[in-house]
C-alpha cells in the first residue's frame, strides 16, 4: 500500500471544526455558567443558548479503545462533540437538554466516573514514572490511582472549602506544575549518587557534568578520567544523571517521596504560590503507597474541617501561620522545612511575633 | 558561492566540531557566515536543505538539541556518501 | 503473545478511579508492544526501579522535535519495549475533538504504535505512547497528510497551550483559542526545527483564574485582564444573597483591595482599586462582569526547580491588545528569541538569563519600559549601577526644573 505524501509545517487543525454547533453559534458570547452537581455544569449565552458539560474522570493513560468507547457516547449523545480539559478529564458537550439525562445514565452503565468540577478534587496533574520515563524514583500514575480511589468521594459528590488540587512528580524535574499545587508529592533521591568511572569516559563530557552540579559538588577525578562527588554538599538533586547517565541515582530502598502544601496558580483574592515541605520522606510502596495516602487524606481533612469557606489550602495556612498547621495536623517539623538552598534568607521569620 | 559548494563548507564546519563543541543551528550559521562570507539567511538556507534530505540533522543531548552529521552507515544507505 | 503475571499491577485496578493498568490492559490484548508494557510495569513494581534509557537520537526527517527516544534497559526480555518512543501531536486549541477526528487518530495508532495515549501530555500534546524507529516516517506521512503535525520537544519552541476562552467561558479577555492557533501557524519552524538554548514555553489563560497554570509553567505567560469597570447588576445581587451568599462575608471582605461595600441593598466597587483578581466575579458569574478595554498582562520567566530554584513568571508588559493578527506581540517574541540567542547559554530557560545579566538589560532590549507594575516592591539596597546616561537625564530634568522652578520627582 502506498504511502501517503507527508506534509510538513502544517501545524494543528484548526479548532473550530470541532466545536458542536451551539459553541460556534455563541462563541465568545457566553453570559454565565452554574455548576449544576460536581459532575454537570450549564454555561448560558447571551442568546439564551444553553450548553451542558459532563466531566468524567481519566487516568490520562488511555487506551484507543477507551478512546473509541468516548466517542459512541459522544455520537450517541452530543453530535459526536466533546472536549479534554488541562487537568486530562474528559468532557462531553451537550446542546440538547433532554440528553443529560441519559447520557449521565449511559456513562454510570458503562463505569465512567463524573465530577470534578467545583469545590472538591479534580484530575490529578503528574507525570510519567515508571511508566515511561528514565529519571522517576516512584510510580506517578500508581500513587494517583491509590491516593484517588481513597479521596473518590471529594470527586464525586463531597464538597471542600474550595477547589483542592493534587499532582504528583515522579522526580524532582517536576514535570508538570507540581510546585503551586494545594498537596503535591514529589518523589525524591537520598542518597548521593555513584559515578561508573570506566562508562564515564566514554560517555561524559567533563565540563558538561562539573557544570550541571547545582551545589558545585562535583570536581575532576583526574587519575580515573572521571568525576568525584563531594557528599556535604551533594542534595541529590540528579542534575548529574541527567547530563551522563553513568552517574546513577536511581536506589530502590533509599527512593522515596516527599510531600509539599499551600501552593496555588490563580490570582484569586492573593497572589500565586509555590507549595512547600511539610513531610520530607515517605518509603516507596507500590504498588499502593498506604502512608503517602494517608498523610494526604489526613491534610484535606484537616483543611476541610479548619479552612474558611473560599479559603484555599494554601490561605487558610497563611491565615493561621505555618506553626499552627504542623500543630494542627500533628505532623512533625523537620530540618528539610528549614530552607538552607537557595531561599533561606526569604523564609527565615524575622520577627518574634509566633504562635505558640 | 554555489550552493552545493557552500553545503560543502557547512558540512566541513560540522565535521571539524564533531567531538569537541554541539553546534547550535546558530553556531553555524554565525561560523559559517563569517567565515566564508556569506549572508547568514544564506547559510540558513542551505544548511535547512542539507537537514531536509539527512545529510546533517538535528541531534539531542546535554539537555539541549544541537545539529550533527549522521553517521556513516546512514549517510551510505541515503546516498549521501560514497 | 506472551501472558504475564501481575501480582503487583493488579491491585490498582481495585477501587472506583479509572485504572491506568486497566487501560494498558486493553491496549495490550491485541497489541504485543503495549502487552509487554505491562510485564515491564510489572518488574518496575517489583524492583521499585525503572528501566527506561535516557538516550537515542530519534525523529523524522527534516524535523528536530516532535518525537522523543525511548529504550528499555531491558529490551531482552521486554522486547515490545525496547524502542517505545513517544510521538506528540499538536492538539487542537482548546482540545475540541469529534469522534471523527479522534476515531482517525486511533486507527493510525493501532496501526503502527502501540495502542496507548495519553490525553493529554502536560506540554498540551496529544502523546502516543510507545512505537519503533522504523514505524516513524510512516506515522507522520499517516498523520500530516490528514492534518495532523508533529508538537515539539528539545530545545524548540514547545505547543502552545490555552485554556477553553471563548469556547466555553465568560470571562475571557481575549481569544485565547485563536491566539495559540495564530502563534503556532506563524512560529511552525520555531516549533519544529530546534534553534533555541532550551525549550521556550507560550501558554494563554484568559484570566486570573489561570486554568492552563500559565504562570507557573511557561516561559511567556499570557493573562488576560481588562481596563475598564466591574459591571454590576444589583437584582442579581439580591438573588444571590437570597439563596443564601453571605455577601459580606464571602465576597466584601475577602476582596484583597477592600476596595467593595455592601449595605444590605447595593454593592459598590471602587473600580481604581480593584486588582482584578476574578475573586467576586467568579462568585457571583450572573451579577457581575468586567468591561471596558480588553487585553493581557505579560509575565516571563517561570520554571520548575531545575536547578537552582522555581521560578513563577514576572510581569513584564502589564497591558497589551491582542486582537488578530497579534502584530505587536509576534514582534515581541522575535525580540525576546533575539536577546535569549545573544545571551543564554546552552540549557539555560530565559527566565534565568534574565537573573544573570539583569531584568534591565533584557527590558532595554525589548523596549520595555520600568513600571511600578512590574515589581512587588522596589530594591532594597542601594547597591545599583548608574549608566552616563542616566545620571545626564537626572541631571537634565534638574537643569529644567531650575528654569521652570518647579520640582519634578
Ligand atoms: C466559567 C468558568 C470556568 C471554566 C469554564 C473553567 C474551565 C476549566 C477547565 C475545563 C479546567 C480543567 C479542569 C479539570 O481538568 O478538571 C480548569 C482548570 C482550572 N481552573 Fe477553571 N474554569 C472556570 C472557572 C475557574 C475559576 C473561577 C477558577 C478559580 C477560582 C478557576 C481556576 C482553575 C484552575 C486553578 C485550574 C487548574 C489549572 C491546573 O492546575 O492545571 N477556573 N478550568
Ligand atoms: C549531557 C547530557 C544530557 C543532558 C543534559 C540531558 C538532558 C535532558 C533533558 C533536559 C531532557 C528533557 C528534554 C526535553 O523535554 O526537552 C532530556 C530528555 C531526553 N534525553 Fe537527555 N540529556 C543528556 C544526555 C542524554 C543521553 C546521553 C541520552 C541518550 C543516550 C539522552 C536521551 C534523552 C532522551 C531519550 C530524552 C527524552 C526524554 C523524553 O522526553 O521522553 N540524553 N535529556
Ligand atoms: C533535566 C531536565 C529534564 C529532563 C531530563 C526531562 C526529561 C523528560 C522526559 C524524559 C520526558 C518524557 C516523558 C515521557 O513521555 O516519556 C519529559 C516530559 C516532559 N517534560 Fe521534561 N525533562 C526535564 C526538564 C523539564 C523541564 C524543566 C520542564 C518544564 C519546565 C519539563 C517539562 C516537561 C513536560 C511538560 C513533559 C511532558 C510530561 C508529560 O506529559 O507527562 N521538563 N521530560
Ligand atoms: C522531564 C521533565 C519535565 C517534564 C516532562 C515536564 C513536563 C511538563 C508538562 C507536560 C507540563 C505541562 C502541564 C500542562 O500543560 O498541563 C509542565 C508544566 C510545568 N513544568 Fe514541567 N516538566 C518537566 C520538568 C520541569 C522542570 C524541571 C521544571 C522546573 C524547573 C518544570 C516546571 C514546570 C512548570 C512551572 C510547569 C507549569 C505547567 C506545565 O507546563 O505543565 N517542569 N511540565
Ligand atoms: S518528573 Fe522526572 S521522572 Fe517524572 S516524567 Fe518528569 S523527568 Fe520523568
Ligand atoms: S545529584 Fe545533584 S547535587 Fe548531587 S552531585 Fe549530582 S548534580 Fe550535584
Ligand atoms: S483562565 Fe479564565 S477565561 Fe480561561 S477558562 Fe479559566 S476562567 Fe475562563
Ligand atoms: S476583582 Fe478582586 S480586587 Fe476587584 S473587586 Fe473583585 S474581589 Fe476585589
Known amino acids: ?356 | 558561492m554555489e550552493t552545493a559548494e557552500l553545503q560543502d563548507k557547512i558540512f566541513a564546519f560540522c565535521e571539524a566540531a564533531k567531538g569537541k563543541k554541539k553546534l547550535k543551528e546558530k553556531d553555524i550559521i554565525k561560523g559559517v557566515s563569517a567565515e566564508q562570507n556569506v549572508p547568514p539567511d544564506d547559510v540558513k538556507k542551505a544548511m535547512r536543505a542539507m537537514i531536509d534530505v539527512g545529510r546533517l540533522m538535528y541531534s539531542y543531548g546535554g539537555g539541549a538539541s544541537s545539529v550533527e552529521i549522521p553517521s556513516e552507515e546512514y549517510l551510505r544507505e541515503k546516498g549521501l556518501i560514497k | 503473545m506472551k501472558k504475564y503475571n501481575t501480582p503487583l499491577i493488579d491491585q490498582l485496578e481495585k477501587g472506583p478511579w479509572p485504572s491506568f493498568v486497566t487501560e494498558m490492559k486493553k491496549a495490550g490484548k491485541n497489541n504485543e508492544m503495549s502487552n509487554d508494557a505491562v510485564g515491564h510495569l510489572e518488574k518496575c513494581y517489583t524492583t521499585k526501579m525503572g528501566y527506561w534509557k535516557h538516550g537515542g537520537i530519534v525523529g523524522v526527517l527534516g524535523y528536530g522535535g516532535g518525537i522523543i527516544g525511548r529504550y528499555s534497559e531491558l529490551g531482552e526480555e521486554f522486547p515490545g519495549v525496547a524502542h517505545f518512543h513517544t510521538v506528540r501531536l499538536n492538539q487542537p486549541s482548546g482540545f475540541f475533538y469529534t469522534s471523527k477526528a479522534l476515531r482517525e487518530i486511533c486507527d493510525i495508532w493501532d496501526k503502527y504504535g502501540s495502542g496507548l495515549t495519553n490525553m493529554h501530555g502536560s506540554t498540551g500534546d496529544i502523546v502516543l505512547l510507545g512505537t519503533k524507529t522504523d514505524a516513524l516516517e510512516t506515522i507522520f506521512a499517516e498523520y500530516s497528510s490528514r492534518g495532523w503535525d508533529l508538537g515539539g520537544s528539545g530545545s524548540d519552541l514547545r505547543t502552545p497551550s490555552c485554556c477553553v476562552g471563548p469556547g466555553r467561558c465568560e470571562w475571557s479577555n481575549y481569544d485565547t483559542l485563536d491566539l495559540v492557533y495564530n502563534l503556532t501557524q506563524e512560529f511552525q519552524d520555531e516549533l519544529h526545527r530546534p534553534m533555541f538554548s532550551y525549550k521556550f514555553k507560550i501558554k494563554a489563560a484568559g484570566c486570573a483564574c489561570d486554568c492552563v497554570a500559565s504562570i507557573a509553567r511557561s516561559d511567556f505567560s499570557i493573562i488576560g485582564t481588562w481596563k475598564g469597570d466591574i459591571l454590576i447588576d444589583q437584582k442579581e445581587v439580591q438573588n444571590y444573597a437570597k439563596k443564601g451568599m453571605n455577601i459580606m462575608s464571602e465576597i466584601v471582605s475577602m476582596c484583597p483591595t477592600q476596595c467593595m461595600s455592601y449595605d444590605g441593598k447595593e454593592l459598590k466597587i471602587d473600580n481604581a482599586e480593584c486588582s482584578r483578581c476574578m475573586h467576586c466575579i467568579s462568585k457571583m458569574t450572573k451579577a457581575l462582569k468586567p468591561s471596558g478595554e480588553r487585553g493581557a498582562t505579560i509575565c516571563m520567566g517561570s520554571k520548575a526547580p531545575i536547578v537552582v530554584g522555581s521560578l513563577l513568571s514576572w510581569v513584564i508588559i502589564p497591558f497589551i491588545k491582542l486582537e488578530p493578527p497579534y502584530t505587536e506581540l509576534k514582534e515581541l517574541l522575535r525580540k525576546i528569541w533575539d536577546w535569549w540567542d545573544d545571551n543564554g547559554k546552552p540549557r539555560e530557560r530565559i527566565g534565568e538569563v534574565i537573573e544573570v545579566k539583569g531584568m534591565r538589560s533584557f527590558l532595554e532590549a525589548i523596549g520595555v519600559p520600568p513600571l511600578p507594575q512590574q515589581i512587588k516592591e522596589p530594591r532594597k539596597d542601594p547597591f545599583m549601577f548608574y549608566t552616563e546616561g542616566d545620571i545626564a537625564a537626572y541631571k537634565a530634568k534638574e537643569a529644567e526644573e531650575k528654569k521652570t522652578g518647579k520640582y519634578r520627582f
Not at chain 1, 488511555?62 to 478512546?67: D, E
Not at chain 1, 464538597?159 to 499545587?181: D, E, I, Q, Y
Not at chain 1, 580515573?224 to 542534595?235: A, F, G, L, Y
Not at chain 1, 498506604?290 to 483543611?303: D, G, L, N
Open chain 1, 1 to 356: 500500500m502506498a504511502l501517503p505524501q507527508r506534509r510538513t509545517d502544517i501545524g494543528p487543525p484548526h479548532y473550530r471544526q470541532f466545536m458542536p454547533p451551539v459553541i460556534d453559534k455563541n462563541y465568545g458570547k457566553w453570559k454565565y455558567h452554574e455548576v449544576l452537581t460536581p459532575g454537570t455544569m450549564v454555561h448560558v449565552a447571551e442568546s439564551g443558548d444553553k450548553l451542558w458539560t459532563v466531566r468524567v474522570a481519566s487516568p490520562r493513560i488511555l487506551s484507543t479503545a477507551t478512546i473509541r468507547e468516548i466517542c459512541d457516547v459522544a455520537e450517541k449523545f452530543c453530535g459526536g462533540h466533546l472536549r479534554f480539559t488541562t487537568r486530562n478529564n474528559v468532557e462531553f458537550l451537550v446542546s440538547d437538554e433532554k440528553n443529560l439525562e441519559p447520557i449521565k445514565k449511559d456513562l454510570a452503565a458503562r463505569g465512567f466516573k463524573m465530577g470534578g468540577i467545583g469545590y472538591g478534587i479534580t484530575n490529578v496533574v503528574h507525570t510519567q514514572g515508571w511508566v515511561h520515563c528514565h529519571s522517576a524514583a516512584t510510580d506517578a500514575s500508581g500513587i494517583v490511582k491509590s491516593m484517588m480511589d481513597e479521596l473518590f468521594e471529594y470527586f464525586e459528590s463531597k464538597r471542600l472549602p474550595n477547589k483542592l488540587r493534587l499532582a504528583v512528580a515522579c522526580c524532582v524535574n517536576m514535570c508538570g506544575a507540581v510546585h503551586c499545587s494545594d498537596i503535591a508529592i514529589v518523589a525524591v533521591h537520598t542518597k548521593v549518587p555513584v559515578v561508573d568511572d570506566e562508562k564515564f569516559k566514554n560517555m561524559c563530557e567533563l565540563p558538561t557534568v562539573i557544570g550541571s552540579c547545582p551545589t558545585r559538588a562535583i570536581s575532576p577525578d583526574p587519575a580515573k578520567k572521571s568525576v568525584k562527588i563531594n557528599p556535604d554538599k551533594c542534595m541529590y538533586c540528579g542534575n548529574c544523571f541527567t547530563v551522563c547517565p553513568p552517574i546513577s541515582i536511581k536506589n530502590p530502598e533509599r527512593d522515596g517521596v516527599a510531600i509539599v502544601v499551600g501552593g496555588k496558580i490563580n490570582s484569586l483574592r492573593s497572589n500565586p504560590k509555590f507549595s512547600k515541605l511539610v513531610i520530607p520522606y515517605i518509603s516507596n510502596e507500590p504498588p499502593r503507597w498506604p502512608k503517602v495516602v494517608a498523610a494526604v487524606k489526613h491534610i484535606v481533612e484537616v483543611y476541610a474541617s479548619h479552612a474558611r469557606k473560599h479559603e484555599r489550602l494554601g490561605e487558610w495556612i497563611e491565615r493561621i501561620g505555618w506553626e499552627r498547621f504542623f500543630a494542627l495536623t500533628g505532623i512533625e517539623f523537620t530540618f528539610q522545612s528549614i530552607d538552607d538552598f537557595t531561599f533561606m534568607r526569604d523564609t527565615m521569620r524575622t520577627a518574634s511575633t509566633f504562635k505558640w
